[in-house]
């Protein structure tokens, strides 16, 4: 009795000390958070007079862009991030203390979560409660997840360094004096089409979305001078700023003296119950959910419904769908801003009103929003089946993991997503629009004349889609296009997109590419440049040991693009990026409580219904969206004698499992 009475005495008095010290701790966390909040408040100050002076991108700057549109959530989770990364600095800076650890602050700052009990039928808009345990996973306006720890100089948010110590190579100079120069493999013998390229695209649209930091009231920040002769001094630069420096040799920039290229830091983020920095928001859902089509809100989701037959409202003079006013809103702004790049999307949202007059027909007691509801879930699981059953060509190694698991966290990866951008290298120079009777008459359009001309395809609905079916992807050369006139001014100069995926990399805290490959399980034990020869060849290794510092500081796109120019025989992605791949695409469907084939799933699919959607394939999509009498019967590859093509008639849904 009197050893029961001590214990329980023994552990009440830790209890009390715990929670006195778990006070303390609050305290602490509390004043310097405080203070931290207020060096943030002071640096946005100073920003704003700033661009109150005129230190802003004006029109006809290399780079302008019409100003972004940063929803009051996205800016409140960009402000909320730079606290806890001013925090996290601070404590490193100025006090003593050991916060290697930030987990037992975080009720301090967030609260303590709440778990759901119960998904709802059908997934959400933002992807909200996709797991109850953590139902903040893979949804919209959180940080993106990691497949490698983050690679911060100071381990906050300040770029990587060379192991030397010394900065990085310029950006552009590794595109100028390595990717632009380097050996490359012969082209596979059955050439895909552009459609291909684009589906990855609409892919990363659908699943990321990461956006710059915008100005004070909106306005582009200026990194540059506004003759892009140099960087701005220290004085006069915002903290956003990371612009990439530009040799004074450039072969196509020396023309007109421009020696920096201007670029801003991604908005960062944090997810809620957590205290992080250095995390990048992504302003979509993690799903492959359709979601830049249906939007990342039920406002914006609402905007573009018709409320009738559970359509989307897509005016015959459009190519996505619309308000009521026929403006493009939410996520389809950014689809419009490339013709090509509508072109999925495009696709996709006439597929769900197919969709939807078909559920409909089989069920007429159903309402609108049942009709939408199954129409949406059907699309979505269209996409799923697509993405996951018929790409082998990018990669070979496939996972199917069929059942779900609540410990795997769904949220896309920054490396994931850094990945799709090799699909700038297989860009040709134009776009093209392929007369519907005569095959051979092609209009050819600059890409850097029809950035923000969605015109281009509204006008030119059936030639865009013939285009993009006939041409075949680029395995030349980087075009002059990506790599010196992306968003280019009247001059006829741009901005350099393959510097800028360098950099963007490097600021959202990218693994090396040796320290991804160890991640992997590949062979890393590279001491030297000259040990890279069991990787590549020779000419490439000279490449890199020409202008990076130590093997180690090889940036992941960079080493990433040279493994893919050695495979291209055989597949468009190189091992690295092939294993990031892989792992995503694990996560994505063990993490999705949704996707089409759990048979745990809220709502699962019949084993009908889901040979339905097995047999409906983007070959039938194509035929059923468009006005095409005949789709290669490979869709993905350029037309040939091995690849002919097939009739679209009788190609249908088959909408009796739904009845």
């Given at each position: 009795?009197?050893?029961?009475?001590?214990?329980?005495?023994f552990?009440?008095?830790?209890?009390?000390?715990?929670?006195?010290?778990?006070?303390?701790?609050?305290?602490?966390?509390s004043?310097?958070?405080?203070?931290?909040?207020?060096?943030?408040?002071?640096?946005?100050?100073?920003?704003?007079?700033?661009?109150?002076?005129?230190?802003?991108?004006?029109?006809?700057?290399i780079?302008?862009?019409?100003?972004?549109?940063?929803?009051?959530?996205s800016?409140?989770?960009?402000?909320?991030?730079e606290?806890?990364?001013?925090?996290?600095?601070?404590?490193?800076d100025?006090?003593?203390?050991d916060f290697?650890?930030?987990?037992?602050?975080?009720?301090?700052?967030?609260?303590?979560?709440?778990?759901?009990?119960?998904?709802p039928?059908?997934?959400s808009?933002?992807?909200?409660?996709?797991?109850l345990?953590?139902?903040?996973?893979?949804?919209?306006?959180?940080?993106?997840?990691?497949?490698?720890?983050?690679?911060y100089?100071d381990?906050?948010?300040?770029?990587?360094?060379s192991?030397?110590?010394r900065?990085?190579?310029?950006?552009?100079?590794?595109?100028?004096?390595?990717?632009?120069?380097a050996?490359?493999?012969?082209?596979?013998?059955?050439?895909?089409?552009?459609?291909?390229?684009?589906?990855?695209?609409?892919?990363?649209?659908?699943?990321?979305?990461?956006?710059?930091?915008?100005g004070?009231?909106?306005?582009?920040?200026?990194?540059?001078?506004?003759?892009?002769?140099?960087?701005?001094?220290?004085?006069?630069?915002?903290?956003?700023?990371l612009?990439?420096?530009v040799?004074?040799?450039?072969?196509?920039?020396?023309?007109?003296?421009?020696?920096?290229?201007?670029?801003?830091?991604?908005?960062?983020?944090?997810?809620?119950?957590?205290?992080?920095?250095?995390?990048?928001?992504?302003?979509?859902?993690?799903?492959?959910?359709?979601?830049?089509?249906?939007g990342?809100?039920?406002?914006?989701?609402n905007?573009?419904?018709?409320?009738?037959n559970?359509k989307?409202r897509?005016?015959?003079?459009?190519v996505?769908?619309?308000?009521?006013?026929?403006?493009?809103?939410?996520?389809?702004l950014?689809?419009a801003?490339?013709?090509i790049?509508?072109?999925?999307?495009?696709l996709?949202?006439?597929?769900?009103?197919?969709?939807?007059?078909?559920?409909?027909?089989?069920?007429?007691q159903?309402?609108?929003?049942?009709?939408?509801?199954e129409?949406?879930?059907?699309?979505?699981?269209?996409?799923?089946?697509?993405?996951f059953t018929g790409?082998?060509?990018?990669?070979?190694?496939r996972?199917?993991?069929?059942?779900y698991?609540?410990?795997?966290?769904?949220?896309?990866?920054?490396?994931f997503?850094?990945?799709?951008?090799?699909?700038?290298?297989?860009?040709?120079?134009?776009?093209w629009?392929?007369?519907?009777?005569?095959?051979?008459?092609?209009?050819?359009?600059?890409?850097?004349?029809?950035?923000?001309?969605?015109?281009?395809?509204?006008?030119?609905?059936?030639e865009?889609?013939?285009?993009?079916?006939l041409?075949?992807?680029?395995?030349?050369?980087?075009?002059?296009?990506?790599i010196?006139?992306?968003?280019?001014?009247?001059?006829?100069?741009?901005?350099?997109?393959?510097?800028?995926?360098?950099?963007?990399?490097?600021?959202?805290?990218h693994?090396?590419?040796l320290?991804?490959r160890?991640?992997?399980?590949?062979?890393?034990?590279?001491?030297s440049?000259?040990?890279?020869?069991?990787?590549f060849?020779?000419?490439?290794?000279?490449?890199?040991?020409?202008?990076?510092?130590?093997?180690?500081?090889?940036?992941?796109?960079?080493?990433?693009?040279?493994?893919?120019f050695?495979?291209?025989?055989?597949?468009?992605?190189?091992?690295?990026y092939?294993?990031?791949?892989?792992?995503?695409?694990?996560?994505?469907?063990?993490?999705?409580?949704?996707?089409?084939?759990?048979?745990?799933?809220?709502?699962?699919?019949t084993?009908?219904q889901i040979?339905?959607?097995?047999?409906?394939?983007f070959?039938?999509?194509i035929?059923k969206?468009?006005?095409?009498?005949?789709?290669?019967?490979?869709?993905?590859?350029?037309?040939?004698?091995?690849?002919?093509?097939?009739?679209?008639d009788?190609?249908?849904?088959?909408?009796l499992?739904?009845?």
């Open positions: 009795m009197f050893l029961k009475n001590f214990l329980l005495r552990v009440l008095l830790i209890l009390i000390y715990l929670k006195f010290v778990g006070s303390q701790n609050c305290t602490k966390f004043i310097n958070y405080n203070i931290a909040k207020e060096i943030v408040s002071n640096r946005h100050s100073y920003e704003l007079n700033l661009q109150s002076s005129g230190f802003v991108m004006k029109e006809g700057d780079g302008y862009t019409e100003t972004g549109t940063t929803s009051p959530r800016g409140k989770a960009n402000s909320d991030a606290h806890v990364t001013a925090f996290e600095t601070l404590i490193r100025q006090t003593d203390d290697s650890s930030l987990v037992e602050y975080e009720d301090c700052l967030l609260g303590r979560r709440s778990n759901l009990t119960s998904h039928k059908y997934r808009i933002n992807g909200y409660g996709n797991n345990k953590n139902p903040y996973w893979g949804s919209s306006g959180v940080s993106f997840g990691r497949f490698a720890p983050k690679a100089d381990g906050i948010h300040s770029i990587r360094k192991v030397t110590g900065e990085l190579p310029s950006p552009r100079k590794l595109v100028t004096d390595v990717l632009l120069k050996e490359k493999a012969n082209p596979p013998s059955r050439t895909p089409n552009m459609l291909l390229n684009l589906i990855f695209l609409y892919l990363t649209h659908d699943m990321a979305f990461q956006a710059p930091v915008e004070i009231n909106g306005e582009n920040i200026r990194c540059c001078s506004k003759d892009n002769k140099n960087v701005l001094s220290s004085d006069f630069l915002n903290s956003a700023c612009p990439i420096s040799p004074h040799d450039d072969p196509f920039y020396m023309t007109k003296n421009v020696r920096c290229l201007n670029m801003i830091r991604a908005q960062q983020s944090t997810t809620p119950y957590t205290l992080q920095s250095g995390e990048i928001l992504n302003k979509a859902t993690s799903f492959i959910d359709h979601s830049a089509i249906y990342t809100e039920e406002s914006d989701t905007k573009i419904r018709t409320f009738s559970g989307l897509i005016p015959s003079n459009k996505l769908p619309t308000d009521k006013n026929g403006n493009y809103v939410g996520s389809s950014r689809l801003v490339a013709p790049g509508a072109v999925w999307p495009a996709f949202a006439r597929n769900h009103n197919y969709l939807a007059e078909g559920l409909a027909g089989v069920n007429p159903w309402d609108d929003e049942r009709i939408f509801q129409a949406r879930r059907t699309n979505i699981a269209i996409f799923q089946s697509g993405i790409l082998g060509i990018i990669f070979k190694k996972n199917d993991e069929t059942y698991n609540e410990a795997v966290n769904p949220s896309i990866s920054l490396e997503s850094g990945s799709y951008r090799l699909g700038h290298f297989y860009l040709q120079d134009n776009m629009l392929v007369d519907v009777n005569d095959p051979q008459k092609i209009e050819k359009i600059l890409h850097s004349d029809a950035l923000g001309r969605i015109d281009l395809f509204e006008n030119n609905f059936d865009t889609i013939r285009g993009v079916l041409q075949p992807l680029n395995f030349n050369q980087f075009s002059d296009e990506i010196n006139k992306y968003v280019k001014n009247e001059d006829g100069m741009g901005l350099d997109l393959l510097s800028i995926d360098i950099q963007r990399g490097r600021d959202h805290g693994p090396t590419f320290d991804a160890r991640k992997c399980g590949f062979n890393a034990d590279f001491k440049f000259d040990d890279l020869i069991a990787i060849p020779q000419k490439n290794v000279d490449l890199l040991k020409a202008i990076y510092d130590d093997v180690d500081d090889i940036d992941l796109h960079v080493g990433a693009f040279l493994e893919t050695s495979l291209f025989t055989t597949v468009l992605v190189g091992e690295t092939g294993c990031i791949i892989g792992e995503q695409y694990r996560r994505t469907m063990g993490g999705d409580a949704y996707f089409y084939k759990h048979k745990t799933s809220p709502y699962p699919f084993e009908a040979n339905a959607i097995e047999s409906f394939s070959h039938h999509v035929c969206n468009t006005n095409e009498k005949s789709v290669p019967r490979d869709w993905s590859l350029f037309e040939s004698a091995q690849n002919p093509q097939i009739p679209c009788n190609l249908s849904f088959n909408f499992p739904w009845k």
